[in-house]
């Protein structure tokens, strides 16, 4: 069957998007992590069969900040001039909340790069958005002169979310977001508050939620993370995989499509000195 797909601001979207941490060198591990990640792509060859292996498979959307990843951005270009397939880029930028002339222009400078770059879709970084969280006016001040900026590029504008209060604060006061980006999986990693709450944050929020994390960046296996989220989120939710290698990504898939089918997925079992063992089927 064809992956299943949603639609956020008219844009059809397959409901797993290429994840990047893994190709970019942002483990949440440990250093040797980050930095055997930084070597194993140091160019746009090296990352290329992992986003060919997601397109083999339409899945066509990938998120990252792009600006601070030209390996990955160059493999994008170099993916679809193989392919002759659009990849769908989803851009986060860290952008200059100062309330300042300067803070502005050059938060506009950010997002116009995102636009250069061929960006979608514009989500700011959640580390920029939280600085303007005002929690006891329960509001997300001055968002909306960047959600602005970004409609006035001719992108699509969104929120990162780690902190689920701002699905919360912007359904609440209708800003112009179209999606946001949530921290979710089944061990609660890097989650501000308990699984639950998030899932009803998630179930609630008014616009489509692109998921992060999902094997709590690889603390708990893809069979377990996948079919957890996949359960748990609504059809027009999405989750954002990352991998390191092409095989990876075939695995990943084939658990999605498991899932969705109603079958247990047809992987490799894993490896062992004896494979010979009852306990492995």
Same mark, same amino acid.
């Given at each position: 069957?064809?992956?299943?797909?949603?639609?956020?601001?008219?844009?059809?979207? @397959?409901?797993?998007?290429?994840?990047?941490?893994?190709?970019?060198?942002?483990?949440?591990?440990?250093?040797?992590?980050?930095?055997?990640?930084?070597?194993?792509?140091?160019?746009?060859?090296?990352?290329?069969?992992?986003? $060919?292996? %997601?397109?083999?498979? /339409?899945?066509?959307?990938?998120?990252?900040?792009?600006?601070?990843?030209?390996?990955? %951005?160059?493999?994008?270009?170099?993916?679809?001039?193989?392919?002759?397939?659009?990849?769908?880029?989803?851009?986060?930028?860290?952008?200059?909340?100062? /309330?300042?002339?300067?803070?502005?222009?050059?938060?506009?400078?950010?997002?116009?790069?995102?636009?250069?770059?061929?960006?979608?879709?514009?989500? @700011?970084?959640?580390?920029?958005?939280?600085?303007?969280?005002?929690?006891?006016?329960?509001?997300?001040?001055?968002?909306?002169? %960047?959600?602005?900026?970004?409609?006035?590029?001719?992108?699509?504008?969104?929120?990162?979310?780690?902190?689920?209060?701002?699905?919360?604060?912007?359904?609440?006061?209708?800003?112009?977001?179209?999606? %946001?980006?949530?921290?979710?999986?089944? $061990?609660?990693?890097?989650?501000?508050?308990?699984?639950?709450?998030?899932?009803?944050?998630?179930?609630?929020?008014?616009?489509?939620?692109?998921?992060?994390?999902?094997?709590?960046?690889?603390?708990?296996?893809?069979?377990?993370?996948?079919?957890?989220?996949?359960?748990?989120?609504?059809?027009?939710?999405? !989750?954002? !995989?990352?991998?390191?290698?092409?095989?990876?990504?075939?695995?990943?898939?084939?658990?999605?499509?498991?899932?969705?089918?109603?079958?247990?997925?047809?992987?490799?079992?894993?490896?062992?000195?004896?494979?010979?063992?009852?306990?492995?089927?």
């Amino acid at each position: 069957m064809d992956f299943p797909r949603t639609t956020v601001a008219g844009i059809s979207l @397959p409901r797993m998007i290429m994840g990047t941490n893994w190709l970019a060198g942002w483990s949440h591990r440990s250093p040797s992590a980050d930095n055997h990640i930084k070597m194993k792509f140091a160019d746009a060859s090296a990352v290329l069969p992992v986003l $060919l292996a %997601y397109l083999e498979n /339409d899945i066509d959307a990938i998120m990252a900040p792009m600006g601070l990843v030209p390996a990955i %951005y160059d493999a994008v270009k170099m993916a679809e001039d193989k392919t002759g397939k659009k990849i769908i880029i989803i851009d986060t930028p860290m952008i200059d909340v100062n /309330d300042t002339t300067e803070g502005r222009v050059s938060a506009l400078a950010s997002i116009k790069r995102c636009k250069e770059l061929g960006a979608t879709f514009c989500l @700011p970084h959640h580390s920029s958005v939280e600085e303007l969280v005002d929690k006891n006016a329960r509001k997300i001040r001055r968002i909306d002169d %960047y959600t602005k900026m970004i409609r006035d590029n001719g992108m699509i504008p969104g929120l990162s979310a780690h902190m689920p209060e701002l699905i919360t604060y912007s359904d609440d006061n209708g800003y112009d977001v179209e999606t %946001y980006i949530q921290i979710y999986n089944c $061990l609660g990693f890097l989650m501000q508050i308990e699984i639950e709450t998030i899932a009803s944050i998630i179930h609630n929020a008014k616009k489509p939620v692109m998921t992060i994390k999902p094997m709590a960046a690889g603390r708990c296996t893809p069979y377990v993370g996948l079919n957890f989220a996949w359960a748990t989120l609504r059809k027009c939710d999405m !989750v954002t !995989v990352g991998a390191h290698l092409p095989q990876e990504v075939y695995e990943n898939i084939e658990i999605s499509r498991a899932f969705f089918e109603g079958r247990y997925p047809d992987l490799e079992k894993r490896a062992s000195p004896n494979m010979n063992q009852s306990a492995f089927g």
